[in-house]
């Protein structure tokens, strides 16, 4: 069942982003432009209705600083989520990443009817399960098949920054502040969640795909918002970026006069074997024939990267975003790598947590790391963490009220 699902998936996928050919394609694009136009009314009015107050969000009484993005996947969202994280701990703050957790193992919840009937008064309102500590600060509590492969990776990259994963993140926010000791949160892929009161809104836009794939909203595009959401930014972030993005800037201002931009990029650091742990400097890459696995929205970007890192990509092994890898495809993968020749062996640090334990290999597999480099903007992103950071006081009967009904 699931490998059906996955398949059906890169079939939309193909359909949607790469314009596949045939008759089943392009009526399902037909399809997919009609509904498009129904998921686009409900997102409008949906924001209406936060927008109008008809809908009220949750103030938790700390500063709540959202990172997100209008499209579905692929602008770099976790390494921004790092950087921001770690450079308010460098200032004294109690951050805490609140995350939903995206295909992480589903916590268990009170039967349907007995949900349905808590609602209409008929029964007591059933226990629900507590946000799930996926690092207090201190360790790493939770794997990444219960965590999350981002939340797990953010655990792994930030010493001292809990990281909290709940779906309801107005009660993982409560959570963080009353049993973490939280002052701040950082909310991952935060612009399209509205219960929670956000101080800051950072939107991530593409260089290579500024407004999805084809300008389209889902499902026909990958547009989650329409472009004019782009007004509710306070700073946005242009990523894969190389400082050379005037163009961009001036369809962004069509929607956002306002907001602070900021041009960054990923930059590889190094490559680690995933068995030892032994770090490989980038320029030890030159020249290598290798096979490059992964999982990602936009695998393209990685093996491109390898390449401009001198590699020869010999073998190529691409999989649906957030897939959970089995053992028999990875032995595929090296089978296949093998019978080439290849030096090595690359994934994504995001692929490599989602993968399962593996025997002593006779080929090295290393995993990239990745940071965010701010290539244009340092001190607007330097002038945005002092903001944050500096103490501001929280009038008496903000926090009780909210808290109390988060909790």
């Known amino acids: 069942m699931k490998e059906a699902l996955e398949d059906l998936e890169n079939f939309v996928t193909e359909v949607v982003v790469h314009n596949r050919r045939g008759i089943r394609a392009s009526l399902l694009r037909v399809a997919f432009r009609g509904l498009a136009v129904v998921y686009s009314s409900v997102v409008s009015f949906r924001l209406m209705l936060y927008r109008e107050r008809f809908i009220h969000d949750h103030h938790l009484g700390v500063p709540v600083v959202s990172v997100g993005n209008l499209t579905v996947g692929g602008t770099g969202k976790t390494p921004v989520v790092e950087l921001l994280s770690k450079s308010l701990r460098d200032k004294g703050r109690r ?19 007995k949900r349905l009937g808590a609602k209409l008064g008929l029964v007591e309102k059933p226990d629900e399960p507590p946000p ?17 492969d981002e939340p797990f990776m953010l655990a792994r990259n930030c010493p001292g920054v809990p990281v909290v994963v709940d779906k309801n993140r107005v009660m993982a926010g409560a959570h963080a502040i009353k049993h973490l000791g939280a002052d701040v949160l950082v909310l991952d892929d935060g612009l399209q969640y509205l219960k929670l009161k956000h101080r800051h809104d950072i939107v991530l836009i593409d260089k290579t795909a500024p407004f999805g794939s084809n300008g389209h909203m889902l499902p026909r595009g990958t547009l989650r918002e329409p472009p004019r959401s782009l007004r509710r ?17 001036k369809q962004i201002r069509r929607y956002n006069k306002a907001a602070e931009i900021i041009e960054c990029r990923h930059r590889p650091m190094h ?20 096979g490059a696995l992964s999982g990602i929205a936009v695998p393209e970007s990685f093996e491109n990267g390898l390449r401009r890192l001198g590699a020869r990509v010999e073998v ?4 649906p975003d957030h897939h959970r890898f089995h053992g028999p495809e990875i032995t595929q993968f090296i089978e296949r790598c093998s019978r080439r020749d ?12 989602r993968f399962p334990k593996l025997p002593k290999l006779d080929v090295p ?6 940071e965010i480099e701010i290539v244009k ?3 607007v992103f330097d002038k945005l963490v002092r903001l944050i950071a500096e103490p501001r006081h929280v009038p008496p009967g903000i926090l009780p009220a909210d808290f109390m009904e988060a909790t």
């Open 95 to 113: 951050v805490c990443i609140l995350s939903r957790g995206y295909k992480s193992k589903r916590q268990k919840k009170a039967p349907f009817l």
């Open 132 to 148: 799930r500590v996926v690092s207090d600060g201190e360790k790493v509590l939770l794997d990444s098949h219960l965590a999350g």
């Open 233 to 249: 930014a306070s700073y946005i972030f242009i990523t894969k970026s190389d400082g050379e993005s005037d163009d961009l800037v």
């Open 271 to 290: 490559f680690e074997e995933i068995q030892t742990g032994e770090k490989m400097a980038l320029e030890e890459m030159r020249g290598k024939f290798v």
């Open 316 to 319: 190529t092994a691409r999989f």
């Open 342 to 353: 290849v030096h090595c062996m690359v994934t994504t640090e995001k692929d490599f947590v």
């Open 365 to 370: 597999f290393y995993f990239m790391r990745v």
């Open 377 to 379: 903007g340092r001190e």
